[in-house]
């Protein structure tokens, strides 16, 4: 059976951006529900956080955690399920769940996130957090004069290089075409960084360690063998923006695939704003601290327009 209720605002997505939106909102005292099928998003699965202020280290899920239950304080509505559909109508939206109920807004903040694309090969799901990282700026401090491997060859995976390069004592940066295809300038600082080796038209096709990341398995030889002993593996081949929701009403997206938000954190689409790691928002530099930020800025964003709109 349906279920239909109404809000000022529905905030789709908990991770950091819908969290900090909905604390936000409810200092604005905007009425609001979230829409999430879990909690933290993809932060929550960070095995030590270290650049969020307050915070020397902390695990990604405690974090959230906190988050969360800051957020909660203020005792906005939550439905533990996912948003399928959005429909404008004459006098706002109307978002339908997964579960099957139907709520009417005024306004939606969506912060989506965004998927990163894996390289499904075995042990890459399970050294998560104990070698295998997604994430140069979040892990590389733990690889402090250890031997590691970046996986891609476009811009993520040399910007992760020359930061990893920081940090670690040995590179191997393994792409499968015959050259690098991110921008020139990001070339060339790997190409002239003497920590990292390249190992183009190659592939990992296996990931293996007794309780952490020891060695990796390749599809071709190097040095002599298709086994290399390092002691982590950050995989840098994209994102996939979350963003279909937004895209079956027609928001404008970049060429990218995130969405294009203003100063505000407003759509193309009036009364719909976006936050997060699914905009093209924050220079692309995609953090807890950006997504937060932009949480904040498009719950202020949301009340102005409730306000301009006298619906509010």
């Known amino acids: 059976m ?3 209720n109404e809000y000022k605002l529905v905030i789709i997505g908990a991770g950091p951006a819908g969290m900090a939106a909905s604390i936000y909102a409810s200092r604005y005292m905007i009425p609001h529900l979230i829409i999430s099928p879990g909690i933290g998003g993809a932060a929550s699965e960070a095995h030590q956080v ?60 969506f912060c989506g996130g965004t998927q990163h694309r894996v390289l499904s090969i075995p042990g890459e799901k399970e050294f998560l957090g104990k070698g295998v990282s997604y994430c140069a700026t979040c892990d590389g401090g733990f690889f402090k004069n250890k031997n590691i491997a970046v996986v891609g060859g476009a811009n993520s995976a040399l910007m ?17 075409g015959p050259e690098l295809k991110g921008e020139p300038i990001w070339a060339d600082r790997v190409k002239a960084n003497k920590k990292i080796i390249l190992l183009p038209n190659t592939n990992v096709v296996k990931i293996s360690g007794e309780n952490k990341v020891e060695k990796i398995e390749l599809d071709k030889e190097y040095a002599g063998g298709k086994e290399i002993a390092l002691d982590g593996v950050f995989v840098e081949i994209g994102v996939t923006p979350l963003v279909d929701l937004l895209r079956d009403v027609d928001a404008q997206l970049d060429q990218n695939g995130t969405i294009k938000i203003g100063e505000k954190s407003e759509t193309s689409i009036p009364g719909i704003f976006a936050a997060g790691d699914a905009t093209n928002g924050s220079g692309g530099f995609r953090q807890i601290v950006t ?20 619906l509010i």
């Open 291 to 310: 997504a937060t930020a932009e949480g904040a800025v498009a719950a202020r964003g949301v009340f102005e327009y409730l306000k301009e709109n006298n």
């Open 50 to 109: 270290e650049n969020w202020p307050g915070e020397k280290s902390i695990k990604g899920s405690d974090l959230m955690k906190k988050m969360w239950e800051h957020a909660q304080s203020y005792q906005p509505a939550f439905w533990q399920e996912g948003a399928k559909k959005i429909n404008k109508t004459a006098d706002g939206f109307e978002i339908i769940t997964s579960g099957g109920k139907t709520v009417k807004t005024d306004s939606i903040i």
């Open 2 to 4: 349906s279920e239909t």
């Open 160 to 176: 992760a290089c020359v930061e990893l390069g920081q940090h670690a004592k040995e590179i191997y940066l393994i792409y499968r």
